[in-house]
DNA sequence: ACATACGGGACACCCCGTTTAT
DNA sequence: ATAAACGGGGTGTCCCGTATGT
């Protein structure tokens, strides 16, 4: 018996996965421990709290992971451009997987929301470190802190709600065509470089 | 025994707000009768597909009433206006319920998108309805077909994403602030009346 | 499927035997139904009240056997004989079942006294119900009431005190003890037929 | 970290507490080490013979504890008056723990005397101690060796039972009644002082 | 239209024991 | 002697669907 394993890494990120999927009630932890090839009994060792304790982790996780990807789009180019970018890869990853791979966060945050505090909580925070990325890069570019708070929640509104409408009609296009009228509102309100 | 009664009907009503507030795997049958007060033994006579036809039936349900809201809201005002009324009374209505009441169809539009064909079907038809009756509201005002299509799938994108932050954060501010920005950007495109 | 089967009753019994060798916590819901060759899912339809169900009715069942069996040894003989006869075939169940079939409520009530009410007071009808045969049978030969029911007490409790020892001590000895001394006592305290 | 402590100790008692009211199998290794604020980590270390062990050596600790009090009551007092006491005690104990504090031997005896041998034969020395007790009071007061283990052993199989009856009935009365019926028994066979 | 009986299968939880490293 | 990671296996509960009768 090692000293210390990957398997609690590995099931966070094995319910990530599912999570985003099928989302938290239709997840169980027989699927989450098959899935990552982690030993059953370690599950209350690894989490205490349970499901619940899992699944606030995976959200966190795929949280974070996004955050950096949408840094990093940010710095490299005008939120305009990154945010159409953001826009035709989230679409291409959905039909790529045959609409499956949507909002990694949304579906648990609806199903939670008045459920359970702390997946809640976990879901909140990653929402808001991503509209953080936007209205940061926002400001950057000249905008006052108030229309960056404004703008960028309207642009993560826009692109989320893009999202569950994709996934809904099996079409990339409501990404497609959110993506572009995003992409023009933000050329027009956001200074040049 | 009575050759009709409302059961079904009953029943439907019951699963759609179940569903609204806990989706589509959380909530059981047993909590549908229940809450229902309906008979028991008449779920697979009324619904021999199951939970599965029951619930699209729900969304469906949910789908029309929304949008006849939506259509006297339009009938009325300019969309800039039905729109940021839309955002406040959504907005009153998740803060009443403690955050459960949202969007009556993203939950499980997100759970089932992937896994029942007949219940996403239901869902992004009424989704599509919704956006049908915010399009033709713009051509209306003299919008062409391809603005009206694009700016009516913005406006829906960004009160859905709304919906689901709002949720999400447990605050208002979401959707006041999209609805704020959504009017300006609607005023801003639409011809006066 | 059968419209009415008989699972409900082997699911009882089997229950009563394993609880009686085992007592309430170590006899496992699976090993009841395995046992019963019952059908796995159908526990919850015939006992929705539970593990704790179906030991209750096990403990009921089991009291209301033995009832009958005192009762037929009471009259057909001077209590004095029957008590003696009871705990020679006490004993020998015990011995040929290697120790293992003692009272079939003992373990129960002491498991569960402070626990479970719905257990504890099928435990207690049960020897409620011993008792009583004891002391109608006494009561039958000219005793007072009260001389009755104190020395249907002290039989009752010596009995299964010896029960009780006899299992511990893996010997016949207890109950053959105590099975003369009780038979002198009663010879000596109930008058003759 | 210290080389010596009173984990061990304190893991004894907790157990001996835990298990008289609830029984072996009921009594989790969790539940004792958290209620004895011992050591997570040294159960395995303090007792090798892991659980078995821990309850066996409970027993004993118990079986020996109430050997002292036994003995010192029956060195003061006529056997008739220790045994009326020792009914009188007991049942006072039962009714203040809300019929929790029965036999700190009996639960044990009756659940593992078919599964576990080193428990049995705990359970099965501390009530061998108890007789003997008796049994040398009251060859002490005169009686020949045959009465005296005849007469001990029914007098602790009727306490025995008196404390089962009164625990499943939640009443007192069962001890109060087998403890003046003994008392009666005893003051007539054994010589007084 | 409703009621009841029924059953396969999965659910989340947690226990007990072991193994490592202090 | 203590701490902590770890894992195999089993717990009781409950769901959803169906079959049969009224």
Redesign the pocket.
């Known amino acids: 018996?090692?000293?210390?394993?990957d398997?609690?890494q590995r099931m966070v990120r094995s319910a990530a996965q599912l999570v985003r999927r099928q989302g938290y009630a239709a997840?169980?932890?027989?699927?989450v421990v098959t899935a990552s090839t982690?030993?059953?009994?370690?599950?209350?060792?690894?989490f205490p709290g349970?499901?619940?304790q899992l699944v606030a982790e995976a959200v966190t996780l795929s949280g974070a992971r996004f955050e950096r990807l949408l840094q990093a789009a940010m710095a490299d180019a005008h939120p305009a451009e990154a945010v159409q970018l953001w826009a035709d890869v989230a679409a291409s990853e959905l039909a790529v997987s045959d609409w499956a791979d949507g909002c990694p966060v949304a579906t648990v945050a609806l199903e939670t929301a008045h459920t359970s505090e702390v997946m809640s909580t976990a879901c909140a925070a990653a929402f808001q470190s991503w509209q953080d990325v936007l209205r940061r890069a926002m400001t950057n570019r000249g905008l006052t802190e108030a229309d960056a708070a404004s703008l960028s929640m309207l642009t993560l509104s826009a692109i989320e709600g893009a999202l569950l409408l994709s996934r809904a009609n099996r079409s990339a296009e409501p990404l497609r065509v959110v993506g572009r009228e995003l992409q023009a509102l933000l050329l027009a309100r956001i200074p040049g470089p």
């Not at 018996?1 to 394993?5: A, D, G, H, L, N």
């Not at 997840?27 to 699927?31: A, E």
């Not at 982690?38 to 690894?46: L, M, V």
Request: net charge positive; proline share 8%; hydrophobic share 20%.
């Open positions: 018996m090692p000293r210390t394993s398997s609690r997840t169980g932890w027989r699927q982690a030993p059953w009994g370690s599950q209350a060792h690894h349970g499901k619940e």
